[in-house]
Nanobody, 120 residues
Framework: QVQLVESGGGLVQAGGSLRLSCAAS????????MGWYRQAPGKQRELVAA???????NYADSVKGRFTISRDNAKNTVYLQMSSLKPEDTGVYYC??????????????WGQGTQVTVSL
């Protein structure tokens, strides 16, 4: 079992910033890719940003230049720094982690979701 605990969501005005955190714990031998997804009302969950174990990143076109994903391997934590927030960024943000368990099984885990609301 792998557990992810998210924090950092909230209400912010357009142009503001938030930093989301996602800490992983449990049956983890190593963490591979980590990512952030979001889901807005009436829309499918979409990938916002991802980071590999080697530090390579990719972003959705809509957030490039505004969001930065990073990780702290010592803390098993992934972050999403969001700046210049827009109302279109509103949604529930979920972190996702791909891990290897101590028995060499690939495990995927989702965070509980944290609400981000950007107002005008």
């Amino acid at each position: 079992q792998v557990q992810l605990v998210e924090s950092g969501g909230g209400l912010v005005q357009a142009g503001g910033s938030l930093r989301l955190s996602c800490a992983a714990s449990g049956n983890i031998f190593r963490i591979n890719d980590m990512g952030w997804y979001r889901q807005a009302p009436g829309k499918q969950r979409e990938l916002v940003a991802a980071i590999t174990s080697g530090g390579s990143t990719n972003y959705a076109d809509s957030v490039k230049g505004r969001f930065t994903i990073s990780r702290d391997n010592a803390k098993n934590t992934v972050y999403l720094q969001m700046s210049s927030l827009k109302p279109e960024d509103t949604g529930v943000y979920y972190c996702n982690v791909e891990t290897y368990s101590f028995t060499r099984m690939v495990l995927f885990a989702w965070g509980q979701g944290t609400q981000v609301t950007v107002s005008l």
